[in-house]
């Protein structure tokens, strides 16, 4: 028989499902899973950029980070391009390269204004139900966007549904952000306390851990080896989602110098670039 009592708080798992549930409120609410910064396309054609979206959604991410790295040397950084890609900057160079295929379609064929301000009124009626039929209504319509449902995403309206007790009681609580300048933190609030109901827990168990979560090497998800090998202290990092992001923004610093004007050169470097056996991950 199993030891009784509670079980012990799954940090990994939880930080999992609040990454999830964060991507199901940013789509619904701004049409992107994550926060996306639009590219300067100035002094592109129409056929430019549709070649360059055909080159993005053939590369790989291993090609994508080389040809990133030999960018940055053509834009005079000093950097090691015969170093192969740990595992966070693979996740990072197929984060970027899905970001710029999204911007680039989004370029050539805009959304309906009426559209992102249709999807932002459900969001808005979803943080202000009261009622269950109100919640019924605003998940409803939710889980009908079409690219709702074309990435499968419906079973977190579902989620919201089924578990419409503890949803109002998030939003009754005296922490949860009213102000009308925190949009951003209430979407952060919801997925931390949905993220403890999937797992189990009270959602303000699972929005305080979350919180105080700690992000240095006392906290419970800092990472000192990839499979076998050990990690030196300076590659050492804190696996959460948020960590890896943050992460990701920084290794984007280095391709962004001159890169409005650069797409082009970024287009030819990446037909030359070939990537080294060896780097190919599973292949």
């Avoid at 708080?9 to 992107?32: C, N, P, V």
Wanted: charged share 25%; aromatic share 10%; hydrophobic share 35%.
């Amino acid at each position: 028989m199993g030891k009784r009592g509670p079980k012990p708080l799954d940090i990994g798992l939880l930080s999992t499902w609040e990454f999830q549930f964060y991507k199901a409120f940013h789509l619904l609410r701004d049409g992107t899973p994550l926060p996306q910064k639009q590219v300067s396309l100035t002094g592109l054609s129409r056929d430019e950029v549709s070649s360059f979206l055909e080159q993005l959604k053939r590369m790989s991410s291993e090609q994508y980070w080389l040809t990133t790295r030999r960018f940055a040397v053509e834009m005079g950084e000093e950097v090691d391009v015969k170093k192969p890609p740990v595992w966070m900057e693979r996740w990072w160079a197929e984060q970027e390269r899905a970001q710029e295929i999204y911007w680039l379609a989004r370029t050539l064929n805009p959304p309906p204004i009426r559209a992102a301000v249709a999807r932002r009124k459900i969001w808005n009626d979803l943080v202000r139900a009261d009622t269950y039929a109100a919640l019924r209504k605003a998940c409803g319509r939710w889980a009908q966007l079409p690219d709702v449902r074309r990435a499968g995403l419906s079973q977190f309206s579902r989620q919201v549904l089924r578990n419409a007790s503890q949803f109002f009681n998030m939003k009754r609580n005296q922490r949860f952000p009213r102000s009308s300048y925190g949009d951003n933190a209430r979407l952060e609030y919801l997925a931390r306390g949905m993220a403890g109901v999937v797992c189990g827990l009270s959602p303000m168990t699972a929005i305080e851990r979350l919180r105080n979560m700690k992000h240095d090497r006392s906290g419970p998800l800092w990472v000192t080896r990839h499979a076998n090998y050990s990690l030196p202290e300076n590659e050492q990092y804190c696996g959460c989602w948020r960590c890896s992001m943050k992460r990701s923004n920084q290794l984007g610093v280095i391709t962004q110098t001159s890169y409005d004007n650069g797409l082009r050169l970024f287009v030819e470097l990446a037909k030359t670039t070939k990537v080294p056996r060896e780097w190919r991950v599973g292949r």
